[in-house]
């Protein structure tokens, strides 16, 4: 599992100050947005249909290739 740092932060901070709440341990990592992307972009094209994800995770998994890539893309 990547911490929030090496996931890129969080893709959505909350900008405010909650009582019992860090910022930074809460919502979606930036690396989790990307792979949503990247996620909804395979599934766009028609040639690849829908999976069923139950025995199949690979589609999922290039998803996250694509967004540890794009993480490093961002470093440079």
């Known amino acids: 599992m990547h911490t929030v740092k090496k996931a890129g932060g969080l893709a959505f901070p909350w900008p405010f100050k909650v009582p019992g709440h860090s ?3 809460e919502g979606l990592s930036l690396r989790d947005f990307f792979a949503a ?7 766009s094209n ?3 249909g829908l999976p069923i994800f139950k025995d199949d995770p690979s589609l999922a998994q290039a998803a996250y290739e694509y967004a540890d890539a794009m993480l490093r893309a ?3």
Not at 37 to 43: D, E, F, H, S, V
Request: hydrophobic share 50%; glycine share 6%.
């Open 23 to 25: 910022p930074m341990e």
């Open 37 to 43: 992307m990247a996620l909804q972009g395979i599934l």
């Open 46 to 48: 028609p040639a690849i």
């Open 74 to 76: 961002r470093e440079k």
